[in-house]
């Protein structure tokens, strides 16, 4: 397991569309802030742009639970690596 811990029953599939990231998250909301461009937050932004908190770039996908989340786990886990990810 690389983005949730062991035993989850239900997590969010999540794509960023700022970076395109894929990646699991405990939440089930809608949209949530994506990790990846928290980190990349740019500190000289201007007064407009959001905080990287209350930026909701990555938008669910869908819904895994069961044994269905540890497999999307690895599967995403994959794709970043260059792992084939055809099945989505
Ligand atoms: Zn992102």
Same mark, same amino acid.
Not at 22 to 29: E, G, I, P
């Given at each position: 397991? =690389? !983005?949730?811990?062991?035993?989850?029953?239900?997590?969010?599939? !999540?794509?960023?569309?700022?970076?395109?990231?894929? =990646?699991?998250?405990?939440?089930?909301?809608?949209?949530?802030?994506?990790?990846?461009?928290? /980190?990349? =937050?740019?500190?000289?932004?201007?007064?407009? /742009?959001?905080?990287?908190?209350?930026?909701?770039?990555?938008?669910?996908?869908?819904?895994?639970?069961?044994?269905?989340?540890?497999? =999307?786990?690895?599967?995403?886990?994959?794709?970043?690596?260059?792992?084939? !990810?055809?099945?989505?």
């Amino acid at each position: 397991m =690389f !983005y949730v811990p062991d035993g989850t029953l239900k997590a969010g599939v !999540y794509e960023c569309v700022e970076c395109g990231s894929r =990646f699991l998250d405990l939440s089930t909301d809608e949209e949530i802030g994506c990790p990846y461009c928290s /980190d990349d =937050f740019d500190m000289e932004l201007g007064p407009d /742009d959001l905080p990287p908190g209350e930026r909701k770039d990555a938008k669910l996908q869908r819904i895994v639970e069961g044994e269905d989340v540890e497999k =999307f786990d690895t599967l995403l886990s994959l794709a970043i690596t260059g792992g084939d !990810y055809e099945w989505i």
